[in-house]
Nanobody, 122 residues
Framework: QTQLEESGGGSVQAGGSLRLSCVASEYTYCMGWFRQAPGKEREGVAAIDRRGTTTYADSVKGRFTISKDNAKKVLYLQMNSLKPEDTAMYYC???????????????????WGQGTQVTISS
């Protein structure tokens, strides 16, 4: 099973930026990020497939950018214009639902890391 390790979380004020990184033991067809805040459902944030096609949740479009470094097997999530409602545990994820990805939706994932906390203050 794919091993994933996130880093880069932290606490910033609203309007600030953070970049999350994820080192993967291997790349799967598509990979991405989801988040979960206390008392809330898991929310898919962004995904990128093997060809570099990306998809985003409406809540982060225009603010977040997902990218990957194939040589280093590192996945990134650049988060700009952060809002308090972005506060959550962020998980790097792999083994996506390819049909969902192909339909343009952020897919469900079958494997994820331990997560990294992102806290945005107002």
């Amino acid at each position: 099973q794919t091993q994933l390790e996130e880093s880069g979380g932290g606490s910033v004020q609203a309007g600030g930026s953070l970049r999350l990184s994820c080192v993967a033991s291997e790349y799967t067809y598509c990979m991405g990020w989801f988040r979960q805040a206390p008392g809330k459902e898991r929310e898919g944030v962004a995904a990128i497939d093997r060809r570099g096609t990306t998809t985003y949740a409406d809540s982060v479009k225009g603010r977040f950018t997902i990218s990957k470094d194939n040589a280093k097997k590192v996945l990134y999530l650049q988060m700009n214009s952060l809002k308090p409602e972005d506060t959550a545990m962020y998980y790097c994820a792999a083994d996506c639902d390819a049909k969902m990805m192909a339909s343009g939706r952020v897919p469900d994932f079958g494997a994820w890391g331990q997560g990294t906390q992102v806290t945005i203050s107002s």
